[in-house]
């Protein structure tokens, strides 16, 4: 019997369902679960949602990269505005959700010095206290708009010379040096988890280009995809069940690439013959997975935590007030905008 061929386009025409499940696995990654339960690996698994993001996002960029180059205006000009049109899609909805949750923390304080009004303004604008003391508030947000400023310059070096696709290298080494050169580590180990997601990220840049021509993986690989994610999903599941927090988080993470990869090119498939209404249902959660992501675990999922419902109450009740919050709240924001 032959296979199917994998069509890497799928991988960009399911954007938005990815996107979905990537959200629900972020969700269940939050809700906490005693490290005693045998669903404790998994459920720590989930902020490979992150990484979907990460790649995805790269992906992404290098459509909306490839399309700019039909205008004839300079580098730096059109560097400026495809920043400026991510800030349009993300700096709405992060400076409410960040107003609400830094100015009444900052409202507690007894004294209000000059440094407190700074470091205010400072996390409000580009979330300061993630990188100056790794505070993971909302941090995948002056994450992405970080990878968002770095993009551009790459994008176009591998658009002139498709061999610098190989730089992808460099973030993987720089992961080793930040965490085990002493002088590194002290600098810029404490954003670890940013220094980690930059490798996905760019390659999902460098696969982009093979996904926006239609190319093919030949069916019989999929032998291949799946004992890839068999092993890289047992390694992580005994990490996480076994020796959490007794290993470097990075380590995982470099796991998390091969196991990224495959399970999108399996997610794929399976979206191919999943019913409508699941499909219908991904894509609306991917459409405000951003205000999602911004809402639910500090306004709802914490709240919530101090009832002590049980895990699965926990989550279905999470994004049962997230969700509808969230579609509200990009309703609201768009028509302001």
């Not at 890497?8 to 490290?35: C, D, Q, T, W, Y």
């Not at 000059?114 to 470091?119: C, F, R, V």
């Not at 980690?196 to 760019?202: G, T």
Request: charged content about 15%.
């Amino acid at each position: 019997m032959k296979l199917k061929d994998i069509e890497l386009k799928n991988i960009s025409k399911f954007r938005a369902e990815h996107m979905g499940l990537a959200m629900i696995f972020i969700v269940l990654f939050h809700v906490s679960l005693p490290r005693s339960d045998a669903f404790f690996g998994l459920r720590r698994m989930g902020n490979i949602g992150v990484d979907i993001f990460m790649f995805l996002s790269g992906i992404g960029l290098w459509y909306s990269w490839v399309k700019s180059q039909a205008h004839n205006s300079g580098f730096i000009r059109k560097w400026c505005k495809f920043y400026w049109r991510r800030l349009q899609r993300v700096y709405p909805a992060w400076i409410v959700i960040a107003s609400l949750y830094y100015i009444p923390r900052f409202l507690k304080y007894d004294t209000h010095t000059a440094a407190q009004w700074a470091d205010l303004f400072g996390d409000i604008l580009i979330n300061w206290g993630f990188w100056q003391h790794d505070e993971l508030t909302f941090w995948y947000v002056p994450a992405i708009m970080m990878l968002y400023v770095i993009a551009p310059p790459y994008m176009e070096m591998i658009r002139r010379c498709g061999v610098y696709r190989w730089m992808v290298i460099l973030p993987l080494m720089w992961c080793i040096i930040t965490q085990y050169v002493t002088p590194v580590h002290q600098a810029v180990g404490h954003i670890e988890i940013f220094w980690s997601r930059v490798p996905i990220f760019l390659l999902g840049i460098n696969i982009a280009e093979s996904i926006r021509s239609g190319q093919r993986i030949d069916g019989k690989a999929i032998w291949m995809i799946l004992l890839i994610f068999a092993v890289s999903l047992s390694a992580c599941l005994w990490l996480e069940q076994m020796r959490h927090g007794r290993f470097p988080l990075f380590l995982e993470r470099m796991l998390y690439i091969p196991l990224t990869v495959t399970l999108l090119l399996l997610l794929t498939r399976m979206l191919e013959h999943t019913p409508r209404w699941f499909n219908a249902a991904m894509i609306w959660i991917g459409g405000i997975s951003l205000e999602v992501y911004l809402i639910h675990s500090e306004f709802v999922l914490k709240p919530l935590s101090r009832l002590h419902l049980g895990y699965w109450p926990t989550f279905f009740i999470t994004i049962a007030i997230a969700f509808p919050a969230a579609f509200l709240l990009q309703k609201i924001l768009k028509k302001i905008m």
